[in-house]
Structure formats: structure tokens, C-alpha cells
């Protein structure tokens, strides 16, 4: 008897990647720099083997900026392939507004990032790349409305 009828189809090995959207008091999007890229980011990295999005979002903004500050609901689920990297799931927390406090608390220890602004969403499109600020501008809007937010190559699926 043969094996080959019962071989399972394909699936999918996604990338998954989490970041944190924090805001000022004005409303505005922390934005950093990445050393390593020619455009502006959101705090986050991927997700590492027997870790959850949620844990990957707290342990990359404390590796990249520093602080630990409370991160709160998922804003987006954005299932994005990319030509190059394959399949890749990424999520949004939300990291609500940063006092000043925690901002002068803001270092860069591990040598990614250079720097970082807020900056209002209307901004995005000239800092990021195409995909990363429709990401982000829907994260916005689902921190405004109290909802999480699914989307797919950056962009909410038409109704």
C-alpha cells in the first residue's frame, strides 16, 4: 500500500514579526530609527521559537528603546507575504501614550536604532515604506475606535 495519497498539502511557514504603537500627548506616532534601514519604524522585531507575539512586542521594546512600559490590546493582524521573505504575519500592540517620564527613560543599548520622533499620521507615508505606514494608519485607527483591526498586505479587506 502506498504512502502517497495520505502526504498532507503544503503550508504555510510564516514570519512572525510584533511592534508596539505608543503615542504623545498630541496623538502622535513614535516613529524610530533604525541604524540598519533607510526608513522610519515602529518598535518591534520577530517573533523568536517558544515565544508569543505578545512576549516578542514587551522583550523588543525593551531591547530596542530601553523601557518597559505597559503594552496593551492588539490593534492589527496583517497577514503579509513579501516577495522576498515568504509568508509573514505581523501584529500591533497598542502602547498607549508614553509619559514624559518614561520618555527620558528612552536608551539605545543594543546599537538598532538611532533615534526616534513622533510624528502625526498623516506623516507616514513619507517616512515608511508603502506597506509599513498603511500597517501603522490602520493601527491608528483601530486604537481610535476600540477595536483590533484584520488586514491583509497592509489594508483592511473591502466589505
Known amino acids: 500500500m502506498s504512502d502517497q495519497g495520505n502526504t498532507p498539502p503544503p503550508m504555510a511557514t510564516a514570519r512572525v514579526a510584533a511592534g508596539a504603537l505608543f503615542f504623545d500627548e498630541h496623538g502622535r506616532v ?6 540598519y534601514k533607510s526608513y522610519r519604524d ?16 514587551v522583550r523588543e521594546v525593551q531591547e ?6 505597559p503594552i496593551g490590546d ?12 515568504g509568508d509573514k504575519i505581523l501584529f500591533i500592540f497598542d502602547g498607549g501614550r508614553l509619559s514624559p517620564e518614561t520618555l527620558s527613560k ?8 538611532a533615534g526616534y520622533e513622533f510624528h502625526a499620521v498623516e ?3 513619507g517616512l515608511m515604506i508603502e ?6 494608519s490602520s493601527a491608528v485607527t483601530a486604537h ?5 483591526l484584520y488586514l491583509e498586505h497592509g489594508r483592511t479587506l473591502p466589505t
Do not use: M
Open 123 to 125: 506623516e507616514l507615508d
Open 30 to 35: 513614535l516613529l524610530v530609527k533604525p541604524t
Open 74 to 85: 492588539l490593534l492589527v493582524v496583517d497577514w503579509a507575504p513579501h516577495p522576498k521573505e
Open 131 to 136: 506597506r509599513l505606514a498603511s500597517r501603522v
Open 42 to 57: 515602529i518598535p518591534g522585531g520577530y517573533v523568536e521559537p517558544g515565544e508569543t507575539p505578545f512576549q516578542a512586542c
Open 144 to 148: 481610535n475606535i476600540g477595536r483590533t
Open 106 to 113: 528612552i536608551s539605545f543599548g543594543d546599537g538598532e536604532l
Open 64 to 69: 530596542e528603546l530601553g523601557i518597559q512600559p
